[in-house]
């Protein structure tokens, strides 16, 4: 059954950036000032990790110093390790996302530990955001496929889910790192994880590498999903598929969901201009189809 409203987490501000060359403080402010006006209401803010691994993030804490100014807007960091969860605690940002890589070469690519090693630290980075009064959710990456390993198996996604869920996460997400899939391989990797979490929330996040990431995000929330990941401009990629495109774009999504009557909360005119900015501060065009084209809707 179709839900009636989606929420929409903007992600333009880490995982859109991650690839991207360091801009100033100033230009990310001028682009969250943008996703602030579009009425979306969470958004994945940065990262703590490495800044020698992703540089353009370098300056979490500084950002994170900011964001009082944004009182309607719920922030969540990205962190690879309870060093990492500590330090986004210590910045201020409670709500974690952890991401496990379904795949061990990927794994070892990412973070430096198979896949065994980063469940394993789950405990340790929820301990840290609950005993900060925060929630942590755990990410599934390459949950279809791994650019290494091909094709994932998806009894390890559902192991992985099992494990989180028992070892009491807020939320769970399913990842195409690498914008792989399709819809009816959505359709039967949710049927796999179902039964296994329960009632845990469970969200998606899709990349339109190959063109399909709209259609995935569709086929999701025909699923019953009603939490999904998206970039202003389609802004962001994965750095094992370069060149390519990466994220969803917030705006095309809002389009595609809005014109089949459920509500994301979220401007699209407001959306439109926040790609605008984010093609801006970065400097080069972006994939978003609404940016080149715009709405149907001529004023």
């Not at 691994?53 to 719920?74: G, M």
């Amino acid at each position: 059954m179709i839900p009636g409203q989606v929420s929409i987490r903007e992600v333009a501000l880490r995982d859109g950036l991650q690839i991207e060359q360091p801009i100033p403080l100033r230009a990310k402010l001028e682009l969250l000032d943008a996703i602030a006006a579009t009425g979306v209401r969470e958004v994945e803010v940065t990262s703590f990790v490495s800044p020698t691994k992703v540089p353009a993030l370098a300056d979490a804490a500084e950002l994170a110093a900011e964001l009082w100014r944004y009182p309607a807007l719920e922030f969540s960091a990205l962190v690879a390790s309870p060093g990492g969860a500590a330090r986004a605690v210590a910045a201020g940002l409670t709500s974690i996302e952890y991401v496990v890589c379904a795949s061990d070469s990927f794994s070892s690519a990412n973070v430096g530990r198979p896949t065994a090693e980063a469940v394993a630290a789950i405990p340790d980075i929820a301990g840290i955001a609950h005993d900060a009064g925060g929630s942590v959710e755990v990410i599934i990456a390459t949950a279809w496929d791994c650019p290494f390993d091909g094709p994932t198996p998806p009894g390890r996604v559902a192991d992985i889910a099992g494990s989180a869920s028992a070892f009491g996460v807020d939320r769970l997400a399913i990842a195409d790192t690498i914008g792989t899939t399709t819809p009816a391989r959505v359709t039967d990797l949710i049927a796999a994880v179902r039964p296994i979490i329960g009632d845990l929330p469970l969200g998606a996040h899709f990349h339109n590498t190959r063109g399909a990431g709209l259609a995935c995000a569709y086929a999701a929330v025909g699923c019953g999903v009603t939490r999904l990941d998206a970039s202003a401009g389609g802004l962001g990629g994965c750095p094992f598929a370069p060149g390519a495109t990466g994220n969803i774009a917030t705006e095309d999504l809002v389009y595609l969901l809005g014109d089949c009557g459920i509500d994301t909360g979220i401007d699209l005119q407001a959306a439109i201009a926040a790609a605008g900015v984010a093609s801006s501060v970065v400097g080069h065009r972006l994939p978003s189809a609404l940016l080149a084209a715009g709405d149907r809707k001529r004023h």
